[in-house]
Structure formats: C-alpha cells, structure tokens
C-alpha cells in the first residue's frame, strides 16, 4: 500500500432517530494489514431527532488512514448527519518498501 496521510480522530457528534438505540462501529485502516475494528460505540435510544456526541480518544488517540463505518440495531436506525473532528499529522513510512524521509532544508534566519 503507498503512503497515506495520517489522521487523528477525537469525536463524533451523530444526528439520529434510533427508539432502540443503537451500536456504531468503526473499522480503521492505518495500513497495509486492511480494516480492522477499532472502535464499539453506542447511542442510546431517542424518540425523535437529537445530536449525541462520543469521544474517539478514548482510551487512545484513533488514527488512521481511512476509517469505515457501521451501524447495528434490533430497530430502525435514521440517520441526519453528522460530524467527526480530526487532525492530519502525517505520513507513516513502512520502511521494508524501501521508503526514506528526507528532511527539507531548514532556514535559521541568520
């Protein structure tokens, strides 16, 4: 797999409908090994639309290349929107594939 960038997620704030609740799964790919599942979350159950928000970062930063979603329920799950906040920090290097990081010329001002 080439290098991708990076990314830190830290929440996910969901706009939903669910009168029996539900279970919101993420897979994340951080590389060549494919998704696997890195986060469980659940929502609890709303009798009309409200907006719930879950921590990512807990109990360590997600990162990842690519995230990929599923939602899980005995009833029925209507979903709005939503909004999830993350950070590229960078690019993840393998090294086995023969790639090098080389640093860019630095200026000190003098």
């Known amino acids: 797999m080439p290098a991708g960038r990076m990314n830190q997620f830290k929440d996910l704030t969901l706009h939903y409908d669910a009168p029996a609740g ?3 799964k993420i897979y ?5 090994a494919g998704a696997t599942l890195a986060r469980t979350l659940t929502f609890p159950a709303s ?4 907006p719930h928000t879950l921590p990512l970062d807990n109990p360590s930063v997600l990162e990842a290349v690519l ?8 009833g029925i799950v209507r979903l709005f929107g939503g909004v999830i906040r993350w950070r590229p920090i960078g690019v993840y290097f393998d090294g ?7 640093t860019q010329e630095l200026g000190f001002g003098i």
Not at 28 to 32: E, H, K, T, V
Not at 67 to 74: C, D, G, N, P, V
């Open 22 to 24: 539900f279970t919101f």
């Open 47 to 50: 009798t009309g639309q409200r």
């Open 96 to 102: 086995a594939n023969g790639e090098v990081w080389e």
């Open 67 to 74: 995230l990929k979603y599923r939602a899980e329920s005995t």
């Open 28 to 32: 994340a790919n951080a590389g060549a």
